[in-house]
């Protein structure tokens, strides 16, 4: 898995490559001054150890301190970091840090906002593989602070056998046999179901997860009574902030919401500088 260290370094180096040339020809090498950086919108924070990276990569002279932790809730117009450095080094660091911390900000603002409405439930929200290629790992980490789990991160961490999967297997039956035989005792097996008679099929093979795909919550009801706890249950497809009661209430155990990293709002954060002063 790409480390979050190295995420940084390419999009340093996407975003600089060669030099910030309008820093370095307009900001006096020895201009030293100061930054804060705050909210322009009310939400859940994330990325604050990111941003602190981003600034640390640049320049080891730039004294970050961090005045909120990630998953705290904010309010706009509050302080949640101030910088202290060469200014050339600050002004080059600004848009990457403020990127990674605005998209995972509006992922754990997302997140709290849908968990928060089910909160009474002992149902788990969860994200999806539904993320930015190569950020899957900063935005599996927002979803958490936000107040939400991860599923699997990959394809290689869990078995999730879905429609194609079935139909390229010969059933639901061939495809857990199978799976059975090439996996470590150690990992799950999860079906996606769209019917009941898949329901009984993936019930009588034992699977340990049972995705329920697009049902209506009163379906969802009635398939979570016939697995009676012989499988978790998960909830999938067509969830919004509009439903997800009923669905709670339907009884299953995991409520996995693609939306919540594929479809957001980042959040609003600036930057403000002080004004100048040379090194001493």
């Known amino acids: 898995m790409i480390s ?12 600089v490559f060669s030099g910030d040339i309008t820093s370095l020809t307009t900001v006096p090498a020895d201009a030293y001054g100061q930054g804060m950086v705050h909210m322009k919108a009310d939400g859940v924070i994330s990325g604050v150890e990111v941003a602190r990276e981003v600034f640390r990569q640049i320049d080891e002279r730039i004294q970050f301190t961090h005045l909120v932790m990630d998953g705290d809730i904010v309010t ?16 080059t660091g600004e848009r990457v840090a403020l990127n990674f911390m605005q998209r995972m900000s509006g992922i754990a603002t997302k997140t709290h906002t849908v968990t928060s409405l089910i909160q009474e439930f002992p149902t788990r929200v969860v994200d999806t593989r539904k993320t930015t290629p ?17 599923h699997r991160f990959g394809l290689y961490d869990a078995v999730m056998i879905k429609d194609n999967h079935i139909k390229a297997a010969g059933g639901i039956t061939k495809a857990v046999r199978a799976a059975r035989q090439g996996i470590p005792h150690t990992m799950k097996i999860e079906v996606e179901v769209e019917n009941f008679d898949q329901l009984r ?11 329920l795909d697009n049902m209506s919550p009163s379906d969802m009801k009635l398939a979570v009574d016939r697995i009676a706890g012989r499988a978790l ?5 067509g969830i919004t902030e509009h439903n997800i009661i009923e669905v709670a209430q339907a009884g299953v155990d995991i409520i996995s919401l693609g939306s919540l990293t594929h479809t957001i709002e980042s959040l609003d954060i600036s930057l ?3 004004e100048k002063k040379n090194q001493e």
Do not use: H, Y
Request: charged fraction near 30%.
């Open 4 to 15: 979050i260290s190295k995420l940084i370094e390419l999009a340093l180096e996407e975003d």
């Open 76 to 91: 706009k117009g509050q302080t949640i970091i101030t910088l202290e450095g060469p200014l050339r080094s600050i002004l």
């Open 134 to 150: 190569l950020l899957r790992i900063l935005e599996k980490q927002a979803v958490r602070d936000g107040g939400g789990k991860n």
């Open 201 to 211: 099929e993936a019930i009588e093979s034992k699977c340990d997860i049972i995705m």
């Open 233 to 237: 249950t998960e909830a999938s497809g």
């Open 272 to 274: 403000d500088l002080f």
